[in-house]
């Protein structure tokens, strides 16, 4: 069992910049492939971001958010942070932290473990 729980959520002005974290008390996350979700209101879930465990931590992300958000590993091992930049209204919703075992993937049917997630509402 993987307790993860995210953080940072907020609201924040269209072209603004947040960091939403996850963590994991207890637990490193190295062995860990971490995803980021964000469901959209009305909207399904879906991956924007991932990294792969710490054995090359390779990160892959959706289209719609490359060059924007960054995912990467904190120096305490139980945290993963995904740095978002350049925020859309549509970027609006809950971002929730999974884990997908060892490799990274975008899909909702691999995760194995889910965050509570953390609201980010983008607005003027």
């Known amino acids: 069992q993987v307790q993860l729980v995210e953080s940072g959520g907020d609201l924040v002005q269209p072209g603004g910049s947040l960091r939403l974290s996850c963590s994991a008390p207890?637990?490193?996350?190295?062995?860990?492939?971490i995803v980021w979700f964000h469901k959209a209101p009305g909207k399904e879930r879906e991956g924007v971001a991932c990294?792969?465990?710490?054995?090359?931590?390779?990160?892959y992300y959706t289209e719609s958010v490359k060059g924007r958000f960054t995912i990467s590993r904190g120096s305490a091992k139980n945290t993963v942070t995904l740095q978002m930049h350049s925020l859309k209204p549509e970027g609006t919703g809950v971002y929730y932290c999974?884990?997908?075992?060892?490799?990274?993937?975008?899909?909702?049917?691999?995760?194995?473990?889910w965050g509570q997630g953390t609201q980010v509402a983008v607005s003027s």
């Open positions: 999974a884990t997908t075992g060892n490799w990274c993937s975008l899909e909702v049917k691999y995760v194995q473990y």
């Open positions: 207890g637990t490193t996350l190295d062995y860990y492939a």
């Open positions: 990294i792969n465990n710490n054995s090359d931590n390779i990160a």
